[in-house]
């Protein structure tokens, strides 16, 4: 488990708003996944950080009364409602106010829809969570085993890893297993906890 914490842990500290700790655990958990949502959206990089903002803070007010129920939903969906919710509150809010957004952007309010917006998260998730995984797995290995695990998911054959890395073709083979079944422990359990 390392540093992380469960999820349903994480929210029940949240329930005092002035846990700091825990806020800036959940700051660090969401706030890139929250982000790349938006960025998903056609947003901007400087309305998408406006929007993060202003996602944290609803999140920081509605958490104390958050209740979780397994059996309603995965916290993330509530997570990407609320998100997208306030991009559409954005958007509304920009449309009044500024004729200088982009037609795209003027746009995504009335044409994106909830099936869209959850593909989006949904997509998101799985990569966020691939990449919170990697970044927890290549502590594990030496660095010419992860080379060979990307080099392979790259599309490099075998023979061309065996020769740029040292290793005979067999290792080679080790190497992309071992890594791959210890990604795949690391992200069914990082599902568990944060999905």
């Not at 944290?56 to 997208?84: E, H």
């Not at 502590?139 to 599309?155: K, P, W």
Request: hydrophobic content about 35%; aromatic content about 12%.
């Amino acid at each position: 488990m390392d540093n992380w914490s469960t999820r349903k842990t994480m929210l029940i500290r949240l329930k005092d708003q002035y846990d700091e700790k825990s806020w800036e655990e959940f700051v660090a958990t969401y706030k890139q996944y929250i982000y790349n949502v938006i960025r998903r959206m056609e947003l901007n990089h400087h309305d998408a950080l406006e929007i993060v903002q202003l996602v944290l803070i609803k999140l920081w007010k509605k958490l104390p009364d958050f209740s979780y129920d397994n059996y309603r939903g995965k916290f993330r969906n509530w997570l990407y409602t609320v998100t997208a919710n306030q991009v559409r509150d954005f958007l509304r809010g920009k449309n009044l106010s500024l004729s200088k957004i982009p037609d795209s952007s003027k746009d995504l309010e009335k044409s994106i829809s909830i099936p869209e917006i959850e593909e989006i998260a949904e997509k998101e998730w799985k990569t966020y969570i691939a990449n919170m995984a990697w970044e927890k797995v290549i502590n594990h290995f030496s660095e010419g085993v992860c080379r060979a695990f990307l080099m392979s998911i790259e599309g490099h054959g075998v023979e061309k890893i065996s020769a740029e890395i040292g290793v005979s073709e067999s290792s080679v083979y080790v190497y992309k297993k071992r890594v791959q079944d210890r990604l795949q422990e690391e992200i069914a359990y990082l599902n568990s906890e944060f999905g």
